[in-house]
């Protein structure tokens, strides 16, 4: 059964660096465009790193540039978030997506 699965996550203090991580099964994520995204309670879900299928060109939107960083593992068959510098603003449930399969999400939550 494809299926892409997250781990990662947690709890840290302002200025502090997380690293998230998302395995396929079922399929090879080298194949696949991948997009992580964050959801706020009461906002709207939106995209804060992508790293293309062919070249690996990756994306970012300016309020996480110089901060986030996707990239793969293709021996692991995994694509990481690491995330640096984080603020209370990053709080969210972050999920990523490969070939149209969405992992389960992973909270972070940044706090003093």
């Known amino acids: 059964q494809a299926q892409v699965v997250q781990s990662g996550g947690g709890f840290v203090q302002p200025g502090g660096s997380l690293k998230l991580s998302c395995k396929s099964s079922?399929?090879?994520?080298?194949?696949?465009?991948v997009r992580w995204f964050r959801q706020a309670p009461g906002k709207e879900r939106e995209m804060v790193a992508a790293?293309?299928?062919?070249?690996?060109?990756?994306y970012y939107p300016e309020f996480v540039k110089g901060r986030f960083t996707i990239s793969r593992d293709n021996a692991e068959n995994t694509v990481y978030l690491q995330m640096n510098n984080l603020q209370p603003a990053d709080t969210a449930r972050y999920y990523c997506?490969?070939?149209?399969?969405w992992g389960q999400g992973t909270q972070v939550t940044v706090s003093s």
């Open positions: 997506k490969a070939n149209d399969y």
């Open positions: 790293i293309d299928a062919i070249i690996d060109q990756t």
């Open positions: 079922g399929f090879k994520l080298t194949d696949y465009a």
